[in-house]
């Protein structure tokens, strides 16, 4: 809080800054007291090591219908009716005591109604000291042996500390030593005053660990004492007219330079020790006694602050004198506060007026009540009230902790007996509100920039030059009368000197001779001592000099040393931030490796997973195959089967063919034999080469006696797909064979061809001025009914310049009898070798050169 270089108390932060500072909610802390006696009843009971709950009393709650409810209430730490002072001291003053030393604010003070145990939490008794002392101990142990002599730290009357030489500070011990002594205020109780060592036990001394050695400290105390709104200082030093006792002078507040409240001209006494710190408390606190005694007030509405102001400064380079600049002066403070009791009445004389009440209640602690609501109302909504510091002087002189920074915190004592009950709720109440409000956090004092170590330096210096000057001797000392002794007994003894006779001439002459020669002799160890000292001041000088030299030497040396603390300094900044880092890293590899770990558990489950698949993909795989093995051997053994069944099916088939043919062919033969027979006179052979053909006449004729078979199918005709008939023969020239077995049927459709040139036997002539060629084929069908294909075809010319027929289409036309029972013969008749004889012997009718289709058709 306080800026180094400035002296002052405590300082306000600049103009609102940012709202990064740093805050702590007031620290609240509940101590419970015993009950007076045993019997009476407890109203309160602590629940946790932070909870306590108010139980209404018995005669409460019958009067007011069991209207109160219990309540509970936390603070930041509950000390019940077993925790010693000791223990309260640890927790609550201690770590304030610590902030004081290291440059940080603090302010304590206690809250509750009067006999709840505020004085003995803050003061305590003998043998059982309070935060009070124990905090001005530790103070003291830890900075006792770094203090600075008295007076070198000064007040400056305007809340800020002067600095001045060891010189100075000396010359002003003494003119005040020389000062006749104040006269004290005579009592005859001085010997009851409670000393130090009564309130705290040897064993008890505690000492912060890390005050910083290389500066110079000085405590000093105020006592202050705020009744009825006025300000008195208990320290001041004013001439006691036991006869005539002036009233008290009240003294006002002052805000300082850097906005500071502070008590203007109040005393603040610079003490050495715990003792002398606890002597001139003790002091105050007589005072205050007295002082309410004789004006007749009531002690318990008055509030006390006790004030440790501790300034530091640090040492300069050589570790040996304080640096004197005012700037580097620190001074930090803490307030030890014993508020006013906080009941609405005043117990000894409120005998239940409830009129007065109102009256009666404490100023300064309504508004301290006040001041912390608008307070916590302007931390938590936002808003901007002012807060009403000056309404009273203890508000007022707080106002820098609240608004500036330091550690802040109160303990609430309560007394847990019925009587108390609705005072102690109303504590409750005030307990709980003050601990939304927060305090700025107090920062850290910058490093002077000088390096540490200073003064233990320094002290093995001067350790070790004492120990060499003892070595030599020590230092000689020229008045020692062990040493001028021998030097007067080796002067002439005088001569007896007494002049008993005016007459006597030998005695004066004999005491000149004597002085003579011891006028010589001194004049000669005069001349001798001159040379010894003259040699004894070149030495000096030149040892001066090496002096001179080796100063400078270590004055570089500790230059150097100093940067070198400078450059560890930084080193040290920089591993702390790299240590830092280091955390963070290793907090975000930790959180990698977790997210590896789950990562590679998802692997694994999915390798398996994969695995399983796998193995099942191999078992179908191998079934597969199997089954694949399975299937082919049962399709070759099928094959195979079939095969073999085909072949015994076509060789029998063939067989039977052959026989049929052979049945056939004995027919033929046995008809032509009947043929040439009966036509042997009437018409000759027309072609004889030819006598396997049936004529038209004779397939008429032989129709009824032969069964009709099916004409065998070509087995690939060619057929054209597009049925195209006479309309498109218009623009082709046709050859149109009509053999002439064919018979003329009175049929409606009947082809005529334009352009056509008939034949009645295919020449090769007519062949070739065509493209087209269609016999008219006449056949025995299986219904015995004379059936007219007309087969048509292509003709292209052949490489050997012959014609060509390619047969692509035929068109059947038949005649059918309506009566004619026809299905029965049709059917089941395997005969009609006739009809395979026309058909097989019409292909050399067809073309002169052979067809493909024909020739194809011919061989089975
Ligand atoms: P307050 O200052 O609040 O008016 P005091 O501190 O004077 O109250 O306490 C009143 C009495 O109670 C004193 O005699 C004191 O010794 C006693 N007392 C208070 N608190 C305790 C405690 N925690 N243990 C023992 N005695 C206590
Ligand atoms: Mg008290």
Known sequence: MYRPGKGKTPRKPGPKKASNIEKDPVGVYCRIRPLGTEDEECCIEMISSSTIQLHAPDGLKANRNGEYKEMQYSFKKVFGI?????????????????????????????????????????????????????????????????????????????NGMEIQSQVDALLERQKRDSQPLVPKTPSSRQKADPEFVDMISPEEACKSENVDDDCCYSVFVS???????????????????????????????????????????????????????????????????????????????????????????????????????????????????????????SRTRAEGSRLREAGNINQSLMTLRTCMEVLRENQMCGTNKMVPYRDSKVTHLFKNYFDGEGKVRMIVCVNPKADDYEETMLVMRFAEMTQEVEVARPVDRPICGLAPGRRHRNQAFRDELSRRLEERGGPSNADDPILLDPLIESLPALPPCELMDPADDQTLPRLIEVLERRHRIRQMMSEQFNKSASTMKSMLQQFDGQLGAKETFIHDQQSKLSEKDKVIISQRAEIDRLEKKHKTLEYKVDILQKTTDMYEQDKRSLQQELDTRAQRLQMELSERRRMEQRMQGMVTDTKLKWEKECERRVNAKQLEMQNKLWVKDEKLKQLKAIVTESSSGSRPAERPEKPERPSRERDHNIGKKRSASPSPLPTAPPVRPTHRRSQSAGGEKWVDHKPPSNLDLDTVMQPIIPNAIKVSTPNEKALSKCHKYVLRHQELASDGEIETKLIKGNVFKTRGGGQAVQFTDIETLKQECPTAPSRKRRSGSAEGPAQMDDTENRAPVASTSLAVGYQKRRKP
């Not at 770590?95 to 030393?101: M, S």
């Not at 206690?110 to 101990?137: C, I, Q």
């Not at 005539?244 to 300082?256: A, G």
């Not at 006390?304 to 501790?310: A, I, M, W, Y």
Request: aromatic share 8%; charged share 25%; glycine share 6%.
């Open 223 to 345: 006592y202050i004492e705020v009744y009825n709104n006025y300000i008195y200082d208990l320290l001041e030093d004013a001439p006691f007219d036991p006869i005539r006792p002036k009233p008290p002078q009240s003294k006002i507040l002052r805000e300082d330079q850097n906005h500071n409240m502070y008590v203007a001209g109040c005393t603040e006494v610079e003490v050495k020790s715990t003792e002398e710190a606890f002597e001139v408390f003790w002091k105050g606190q007589k005072k205050r006694r007295i002082a309410n005694t004789q004006l007749n007030r009531e002690s318990s509405r008055s509030h006390s602050v006790f004030t440790v102001k501790l300034v530091q400064a640090p040492l300069d380079a050589d570790g040996d004198h304080i640096l004197q600049d005012k700037n580097q002066v620190n001074v930090s403070q803490l307030c030890l506060v014993d508020l006013a009791g906080s009941e609405r009445t």
């Open 82 to 158: 077993n925790t010693n002072q000791m223990e309260l001291f640890e927790d609550v003053a201690k770590p304030l005591v610590e902030d004081l030393i290291h440059c940080k604010n603090g302010l304590l003070f206690t809250y509750g109604v009067t006999g709840s145990g505020k004085t003995y939490t803050m003061t305590g008794s003998p043998g059982d000291g309070g935060l009070l002392p124990r905090s001005l101990d530790m103070l003291f142990n830890s900075v006792g042996p770094f203090q600075a002599k008295r007076f070198v730290f000064k007040p400056d009357d305007k």
